[in-house]
T-cell receptor, first 115, second 115 residues
Framework: KAGVTQTPRYLIKTRGQQVTLSCSPI?????VSWYQQTPGQGLQFLFE???????NKGNFPGRFSGRQFSNSRSEMNVSTLELGDSALYLC??????????????FGEGSRLTVL | QKEVEQNSGPLSVPEGAIASLNCTYS??????FFWYRQYSGKSPELIMS??SNGDKEDGRFTAQLNKASQYVSLLIRDSQPSDSATYLC???????????????WGLGTSLAVNP
């Protein structure tokens, strides 16, 4: 069974640009969550989607957005990039959003560098 | 007070010893508790989940949950150098307006197992 796939794995952008990251969850998983991880801040929750609907949202500015498609694949977009957006962006999928189905399986991440 | 707290470490133990990792949480309505391991440069991977008070054992790992005292711990028996990693505690919060059982993460405890 294929794991969570994130693309691209690495990317370099400049301030003011925008970026779109993609995540394909494990087959059959309907929930996709996105996290930002930096050395000093740990895992910061961005948002969670379930069946194309945003279920939870973290405390990030509106420059960060996401969506989920009918096949459960998800994308997140960051507009007007800032230096502080440099981070590892992790996608995680789960079967559903409660109980044991809450167990998350992470992709390898997309490492974004903003120059 | 942070919602999920862990000692940042580093926790250093000799090979073969028992490593004890602790996590406290503030939301009394929390239902699900998870331990993830993250090796340097890698994404988190689920190692244990626990949903009811008491102990849950899986190989060398034991998760302990005490909802009355609002803590969850992870014991690693016969620690090996390959257990050296950061251990993240995650708690699925209660179901209430604006939360929807959001997964709350601790900052992690760094464990070093010395040969």
């Amino acid at each position: 069974k294929a794991g969570v796939t994130q693309t691209p794995r690495y990317l370099i952008k400049t301030r003011g640009q925008q970026v779109t990251l993609s995540c394909s969850p494990i087959s059959g998983h309907r929930s996709v969550s996105w996290y930002q991880q930096t050395p000093g801040q740990g895992l910061q929750f961005l948002f969670e989607y379930f069946s194309e609907t945003q279920r939870n949202k973290g405390n990030f500015p509106g420059r960060f957005s996401g969506r989920q498609f009918s096949n459960s694949r998800s994308e997140m977009n960051v507009s007007t990039l800032e230096l502080g957006d440099s981070a590892l962006y992790l996608c995680a999928s789960s079967l559903q959003t409660s109980g044991s189905s809450r167990e998350l399986f992470f992709g390898e991440g997309s490492r974004l560098t903003v120059l | 007070q942070k919602e999920v707290e862990q000692n940042s470490g580093p926790l250093s133990v000799p090979e073969g010893a028992i490593a004890s990792l602790n996590c406290t949480y503030s939301d009394r309505g929390s239902q699900s508790f998870f331990w993830y391991r993250q090796y340097s440069g890698k994404s988190p991977e689920l190692i244990m989940s626990i949903y009811s008070n008491g102990d849950k054992e899986d190989g060398r790992f034991t998760a302990q949950l005490n909802k009355a005292s609002q803590y969850v711990s992870l014991l690693i028996r016969d620690s090996q150098p390959s257990d050296s990693a950061t251990y993240l505690c995650a708690v699925a919060g209660g179901l209430y307006a604006g939360n929807n059982r959001k997964l709350i993460w601790g900052l992690g405890t760094s464990l070093a197992v010395n040969p």
